[in-house]
Nanobody, 118 residues
Framework: QVQLVESGGGLVQAGGSLRLSCAAS????????MGWFRQAPGKEREFVAA????????YYADSVKGRFTISADIAKNTVNLQMNSLKPEDTAVYYC???????????WGKGTLVTVSS
């Protein structure tokens, strides 16, 4: 079982930046891919970014490519999402996830709210 706890959400103006962190309960990067997903009000949850096991590859949704960066801190057992040039449409609850592959997530955090004001 892997427990994931997100932090770093908040309110920011359009054009600003936020950094989300996800702390895992145990070592994950040698066994699991990690990812970030988001769910805006009234919408389905969508993929944002993912990092393969051991950080070998990263993947991004087209909507965030060039603005968001996912990274893993293996020593701290955390995965981070640096979000720059934020837009109001980035407003959502952001969830951290872990699983056997970037397209198969089995464990989820409770989420952290990001609100981008115009």
């Amino acid at each position: 079982q892997v427990q994931l706890v997100e932090s770093g959400g908040g309110l920011v103006q359009a054009g600003g930046s936020l950094r989300l962190s996800c702390a895992a309960s145990r070592r994950t990067f040698s066994s699991y891919a990690m990812g970030w997903f988001r769910q805006a009000p009234g919408k389905e949850r969508e993929f944002v970014a993912a990092i393969a096991r051991s950080g070998s590859s990263t993947y991004y949704a087209d909507s965030v490519k060039g603005r968001f960066t996912i990274s893993a801190d293996i020593a701290k057992n955390t995965v981070n999402l640096q979000m720059n040039s934020l837009k109001p449409e980035d407003t959502a609850v952001y969830y951290c996830a872990a699983g056997p592959s970037t397209s198969s997530m089995a464990y989820w955090g409770k989420g952290t709210l990001v609100t981008v004001s115009s």
